[in-house]
Protein backbone atom coordinates (compact mmCIF):
# COMPACT_ATOMS: atom_id res chain seq x y z
CA UNK A 1 0.00 0.00 0.00
CA UNK A 2 1.47 3.35 -1.18
CA UNK A 3 1.51 5.94 1.73
CA UNK A 4 -0.61 8.40 2.31
CA UNK A 5 -0.02 11.75 1.87
CA UNK A 6 0.33 13.56 4.81
CA UNK A 7 0.20 17.21 4.35
CA UNK A 8 0.93 17.85 8.04
CA UNK A 9 4.20 18.38 7.60
CA UNK A 10 4.60 20.17 4.29
CA UNK A 11 1.65 22.54 5.16
CA UNK A 12 0.80 23.07 9.14
CA UNK A 13 -1.86 25.44 7.81
CA UNK A 14 -3.87 22.46 6.22
CA UNK A 15 -6.94 22.19 8.01
CA UNK A 16 -9.04 19.51 6.35
CA UNK A 17 -8.89 17.22 3.36
CA UNK A 18 -10.68 14.91 1.49
CA UNK A 19 -9.61 11.08 1.66
CA UNK A 20 -10.24 7.37 1.30
CA UNK A 21 -10.16 5.32 3.85
CA UNK A 22 -7.71 2.60 3.03
CA UNK A 23 -7.08 0.95 6.32
CA UNK A 24 -9.37 -0.13 9.33
CA UNK A 25 -8.61 -1.70 12.76
CA UNK A 26 -10.94 -2.47 15.39
CA UNK A 27 -9.05 -3.77 18.37
CA UNK A 28 -8.63 -2.16 21.19
CA UNK A 29 -10.68 0.26 19.28
CA UNK A 30 -11.49 1.21 15.83
CA UNK A 31 -8.81 3.42 14.20
CA UNK A 32 -8.07 4.26 10.27
CA UNK A 33 -5.49 4.62 8.10
CA UNK A 34 -6.22 7.69 5.35
CA UNK A 35 -4.83 7.91 1.77
CA UNK A 36 -4.26 11.82 2.52
CA UNK A 37 -4.79 13.19 6.20
CA UNK A 38 -3.80 16.62 7.87
CA UNK A 39 -3.54 15.26 11.25
CA UNK A 40 -0.41 15.79 13.42
CA UNK A 41 0.24 11.65 14.92
CA UNK A 42 2.34 13.66 18.18
CA UNK A 43 6.50 13.57 18.58
CA UNK A 44 9.43 16.07 19.61
CA UNK A 45 6.70 17.14 22.65
CA UNK A 46 3.97 17.76 20.39
CA UNK A 47 0.71 16.20 21.48
CA UNK A 48 -1.18 14.63 18.57
CA UNK A 49 -3.86 16.03 16.96
CA UNK A 50 -7.83 15.94 17.56
CA UNK A 51 -10.42 16.87 15.50
CA UNK A 52 -13.43 14.50 13.48
CA UNK A 53 -13.93 12.36 10.05
CA UNK A 54 -17.03 12.90 8.46
CA UNK A 55 -18.60 10.50 6.11
CA UNK A 56 -19.24 12.30 2.33
CA UNK A 57 -22.33 10.25 1.43
CA UNK A 58 -23.75 10.18 4.86
CA UNK A 59 -22.50 12.97 6.80
CA UNK A 60 -22.00 10.45 9.49
CA UNK A 61 -19.63 12.30 12.07
CA UNK A 62 -16.85 10.36 14.06
CA UNK A 63 -14.59 11.79 16.53
CA UNK A 64 -10.74 11.24 15.94
CA UNK A 65 -9.61 10.95 20.00
CA UNK A 66 -6.01 10.91 18.87
CA UNK A 67 -3.75 9.96 16.09
CA UNK A 68 -0.30 8.06 16.32
CA UNK A 69 2.20 6.91 13.93
CA UNK A 70 1.99 3.39 13.08
CA UNK A 71 4.62 1.32 10.81
CA UNK A 72 4.86 5.32 8.83
CA UNK A 73 1.64 5.76 8.53
CA UNK A 74 -0.87 7.59 10.61
CA UNK A 75 -3.40 6.42 11.99
CA UNK A 76 -6.36 8.06 13.89
CA UNK A 77 -8.40 6.53 16.90
CA UNK A 78 -11.99 6.98 16.49
CA UNK A 79 -14.83 7.38 18.79
CA UNK A 80 -17.97 5.77 17.89
CA UNK A 81 -21.05 8.04 17.31
CA UNK A 82 -23.15 7.92 20.27
CA UNK A 83 -26.53 6.63 20.96
CA UNK A 84 -28.36 3.49 20.00
CA UNK A 85 -28.84 4.16 16.12
CA UNK A 86 -24.91 4.48 16.41
CA UNK A 87 -23.44 3.79 12.47
CA UNK A 88 -20.39 1.75 14.00
CA UNK A 89 -16.89 2.22 12.44
CA UNK A 90 -16.98 3.36 8.83
CA UNK A 91 -15.45 0.84 6.38
CA UNK A 92 -12.58 0.88 4.15
CA UNK A 93 -12.94 2.58 0.87
CA UNK A 94 -15.82 5.14 2.06
CA UNK A 95 -14.81 8.62 1.45
CA UNK A 96 -14.70 11.24 4.67
CA UNK A 97 -13.41 14.75 5.39
CA UNK A 98 -10.66 14.51 7.69
CA UNK A 99 -11.06 17.97 10.10
CA UNK A 100 -8.49 18.75 12.52
CA UNK A 101 -10.04 21.06 15.62
CA UNK A 102 -8.01 23.97 14.41
CA UNK A 103 -7.91 26.05 17.24
CA UNK A 104 -6.19 23.52 19.39
CA UNK A 105 -3.58 23.05 16.60
CA UNK A 106 -2.87 26.61 16.28
CA UNK A 107 -2.12 26.98 19.92
CA UNK A 108 0.10 24.23 19.39
CA UNK A 109 1.93 25.57 16.67
CA UNK A 110 1.87 29.20 18.68
CA UNK A 111 3.56 27.21 21.99
CA UNK A 112 5.75 25.04 20.10
CA UNK A 113 7.27 28.27 17.67
CA UNK A 114 7.78 29.75 21.29
CA UNK A 115 9.63 26.76 22.52
CA UNK A 116 11.85 27.42 19.92
CA UNK A 117 12.59 30.62 20.56
CA UNK A 118 13.12 30.19 24.29
CA UNK A 119 15.71 27.14 22.92
CA UNK A 120 17.37 29.68 20.14
CA UNK A 121 17.82 32.05 22.80
CA UNK A 122 19.33 30.27 25.98
CA UNK A 123 22.05 28.41 23.10
CA UNK A 124 22.85 31.99 21.80
CA UNK A 125 22.86 33.86 25.10
CA UNK A 126 24.81 31.16 27.59
CA UNK A 127 25.32 28.58 25.56
CA UNK A 128 23.17 25.75 27.31
CA UNK A 129 21.88 22.81 25.07
CA UNK A 130 18.12 21.44 24.82
CA UNK A 131 17.73 18.12 26.42
CA UNK A 132 13.94 17.81 26.07
CA UNK A 133 10.58 19.44 25.85
CA UNK A 134 7.21 19.18 26.10
CA UNK A 135 4.20 21.47 25.57
CA UNK A 136 0.07 21.63 25.63
CA UNK A 137 -1.69 24.01 24.18
CA UNK A 138 -0.94 27.35 25.18
CA UNK A 139 2.08 26.03 27.76
CA UNK A 140 5.52 24.35 27.38
CA UNK A 141 9.04 23.35 29.46
CA UNK A 142 12.19 22.99 27.80
CA UNK A 143 15.05 21.47 30.05
CA UNK A 144 18.53 22.51 29.46
CA UNK A 145 21.88 21.79 30.23
CA UNK A 146 22.12 25.28 32.43
CA UNK A 147 24.24 24.96 35.43
CA UNK A 148 24.20 29.05 35.61
CA UNK A 149 20.95 29.25 35.75
CA UNK A 150 19.20 31.04 38.63
CA UNK A 151 15.65 32.96 39.21
CA UNK A 152 17.91 36.35 38.66
CA UNK A 153 17.83 34.73 34.48
CA UNK A 154 14.35 34.41 34.63
CA UNK A 155 13.70 38.06 33.87
CA UNK A 156 16.18 38.33 31.05
CA UNK A 157 15.46 35.15 29.20
CA UNK A 158 11.90 36.23 29.25
CA UNK A 159 12.58 39.87 27.85
CA UNK A 160 15.06 38.29 25.36
CA UNK A 161 12.03 35.70 24.22
CA UNK A 162 9.63 38.64 23.57
CA UNK A 163 12.25 40.50 21.34
CA UNK A 164 12.91 37.85 19.24
CA UNK A 165 8.85 37.12 18.90
CA UNK A 166 8.20 40.36 18.08
CA UNK A 167 11.35 40.87 15.36
CA UNK A 168 8.74 38.79 13.38
CA UNK A 169 11.44 36.27 12.43
CA UNK A 170 10.27 34.19 9.71
CA UNK A 171 9.53 30.58 9.95
CA UNK A 172 10.65 28.15 7.59
CA UNK A 173 10.60 24.03 6.93
CA UNK A 174 13.23 22.23 4.90
CA UNK A 175 13.84 18.66 3.92
CA UNK A 176 17.20 18.13 3.50
CA UNK A 177 19.84 14.64 2.64
CA UNK A 178 21.02 13.13 5.38
CA UNK A 179 24.65 14.07 4.78
CA UNK A 180 23.84 17.51 3.85
CA UNK A 181 22.06 18.21 7.29
CA UNK A 182 24.50 16.30 9.51
CA UNK A 183 26.93 18.53 7.65
CA UNK A 184 25.01 21.75 10.01
CA UNK A 185 27.13 22.60 13.16
CA UNK A 186 23.71 23.82 14.57
CA UNK A 187 21.90 20.89 13.83
CA UNK A 188 24.75 18.80 15.56
CA UNK A 189 24.32 20.80 18.72
CA UNK A 190 20.85 19.68 18.97
CA UNK A 191 21.63 16.30 19.05
CA UNK A 192 20.52 15.16 15.30
CA UNK A 193 23.22 12.29 15.75
CA UNK A 194 19.99 10.68 18.19
CA UNK A 195 18.18 10.19 14.98
CA UNK A 196 17.62 7.01 13.40
CA UNK A 197 20.47 6.35 11.23
CA UNK A 198 18.72 4.77 8.68
CA UNK A 199 16.91 8.37 7.74
CA UNK A 200 17.74 9.29 4.47
CA UNK A 201 16.21 12.66 4.45
CA UNK A 202 16.42 15.21 8.05
CA UNK A 203 13.67 17.62 8.09
CA UNK A 204 14.61 21.15 9.87
CA UNK A 205 12.86 24.25 11.23
CA UNK A 206 14.69 27.61 10.88
CA UNK A 207 13.79 30.76 12.70
CA UNK A 208 15.72 32.90 10.63
CA UNK A 209 18.75 34.60 12.28
CA UNK A 210 18.07 32.41 15.57
CA UNK A 211 17.32 28.75 15.36
CA UNK A 212 17.86 25.53 13.22
CA UNK A 213 16.60 22.10 14.62
CA UNK A 214 15.87 18.89 12.94
CA UNK A 215 12.35 18.66 13.81
CA UNK A 216 9.34 17.02 13.10
CA UNK A 217 6.56 19.30 14.36
CA UNK A 218 4.21 21.79 13.51
CA UNK A 219 4.94 25.90 13.41
CA UNK A 220 4.21 28.61 13.16
CA UNK A 221 5.11 30.84 9.67
CA UNK A 222 6.51 34.03 11.43
CA UNK A 223 7.07 34.63 14.69
CA UNK A 224 4.87 37.38 14.98
CA UNK A 225 1.99 34.70 15.20
CA UNK A 226 3.19 33.79 18.49
CA UNK A 227 2.23 37.01 20.26
CA UNK A 228 4.46 36.98 23.65
CA UNK A 229 4.95 34.68 26.10
CA UNK A 230 5.56 34.97 30.50
CA UNK A 231 8.46 32.15 32.28
CA UNK A 232 6.09 30.98 34.51
CA UNK A 233 8.55 28.95 36.66
CA UNK A 234 11.80 27.47 36.86
CA UNK A 235 13.19 23.86 38.65
CA UNK A 236 16.58 22.58 39.09
CA UNK A 237 16.62 18.58 37.37
CA UNK A 238 20.06 18.22 39.36
CA UNK A 239 23.25 20.42 39.43
CA UNK A 240 23.59 21.06 35.78
CA UNK A 241 20.11 19.74 34.18
CA UNK A 242 17.20 23.26 34.29
CA UNK A 243 13.52 23.15 33.32
CA UNK A 244 12.10 26.27 32.14
CA UNK A 245 8.20 26.65 31.78
CA UNK A 246 6.54 28.89 29.56
CA UNK A 247 3.16 29.99 28.37
CA UNK A 248 1.64 31.99 25.63
CA UNK A 249 0.05 35.70 27.27
CA UNK A 250 -2.77 35.00 25.25
CA UNK A 251 -2.72 31.21 25.46
ZN1 LIG B 1 9.63 22.17 16.50
Redesign the pocket.
Known amino acids: MPQGLQLCYPDAYARSVEARIVALELEPGPAVVLDATVFYPGG???PADTGAISRTTDGTTWRVRTARKADGEIVHELDLPEGAASAGPPAVGDRVMAEIDWPRRYLLMRT??A??VLCGVVWRDYGAQVTGGNMEPGSGRMDFEFERMSGELVGDIEAAVNRELAAEREVRVAVLPRDEAFAIPDLIRTKINLLPPGIAEVRT?EIVGLDL?A?????VANTREVGSIRVTGYESKGRINKRIRIELVDG
Do not use: E, F, K, V
Request: proline share 0%; glycine share 28%.
Open positions: GGQHTLHIQDGGTH
